[in-house]
């Protein structure tokens, strides 16, 4: 649209095509006829925001049935306008527009397209801004509750109607976020059991009890480390590109051509992306697992034990309901950072830093999410024994 406003016409014979009148009521009325392509629009359209914002009637009416041809171009023109007028509180209204146009225009929300006007900083007062804090914390949960539902019914159609989920999509997520994120989880994941295991060795050494130290090793990270690990690196990785590439397309009007379309972006975008993370973490928890135990036993062989005492500790420490936690908490981790993912993504608003900020907010809560969840499945184990 920015493109369009490259010419400013000097006079009205350059601007063919369009009269504006005031009726007796206080209407202002604008009379569109001929062709509204591309290169008619161009002349028009720095003429008819500097109309509109230099006018400031309360009610305006925009007549099309003279308009011989009408492409997207002055659909953006008419939408323009219509932002315009409805941002400082006035009327609009379209007459003479095909019932099919009509549809399109209405896909569009008005507010999206007006003019941004600087506003000069102020202090706001500690009150305000806890309300508009809380207002804001409130209406996200309301959001993220909507898309769990969505996303819920949307898993259930695809549960009984197999053929209709795009398997090409949930394998191309599931490599994307799994078989890539394999050696960076494995990496990280060594890291953290080496240094833990020496950290453990160091406290552990006056009282002799190193060889401990493996058990320690292997508790901690099929319990917690593992599937902790492994859902904040998918986090920064999986969760900030899903809400990338989903916000791309919605500041691109993909999703809202999707929508046109008559398909569900939560059951098109979403389901593909949640589906294939979910499958793949519990893997990458396993790796993770075994990666960090490894990393314990380079660590072990520092003290001078025999490796072979190192995976006894290790094999009597591990029993399946360690394990078994573990790769629950992965599969809820998975579903949490896909799902704020895909839901920031479809919350991308428009601008040049609209997707960058979707991204961080995807990490940031999808990390703030998991420490959560973290917690309350912990506690939840703990009582129940398991």
Known sequence: MNSLASRKPTTADECPGWQAG??????????????????????LWVRANDFVREDHSERWVVN????????????????????DVLARGGRFEVEGLSEAHRRLLARFDPKGYAERVAVEPCCQRLPDQVGRATAQIWDDFRTQVTFIG????????????????RWSDVWLAAERAGADALPI?????GLVGLVLAFQSAMAMRPYGAEIYVAN??????????GPLMTAIILAGRSGGAFAAEIGTMTVND??????????KPVSFLAVP???????MVPFLALFANLAGILGGAVMFLTLDYPMSAYFDQVLSSAEP????????KSVAFGLTVAGVGCLRGLQTARGPSAVGASTTRAVVAGILLIVILDAVLGTVFYFIGF
Request: net charge positive.
């Open 273 to 279: 992306r949640v589906l294939g993370l979910v499958l």
């Open 216 to 225: 320690l090793v292997t508790l901690a990270m099929l319990r917690e480390l």
């Open 185 to 189: 989880v494995a990496l990280i994941a």
């Open 64 to 83: 099309v049935r003279g308009v011989s041809e009408l492409d997207g171009a002055g659909l953006a023109l008419i939408l323009r306008l219509q932002a």
């Open 150 to 165: 969505e996303l819920t019914a949307a898993f259930a159609e695809a549960v009984r109607r197999p053929r209709s989920v």
């Open 321 to 328: 309901r360690h394990l078994l936690s573990g790769l629950v």
């Open 22 to 43: 005031l009726d007796a009521d206080g209407t202002r009325r604008i009379e569109l006829s001929g062709v509204l392509d591309r290169e008619r629009v161009e002349i």
């Open 254 to 263: 993909e999703v809202a051509a999707l929508k046109t379309m008559g398909l």
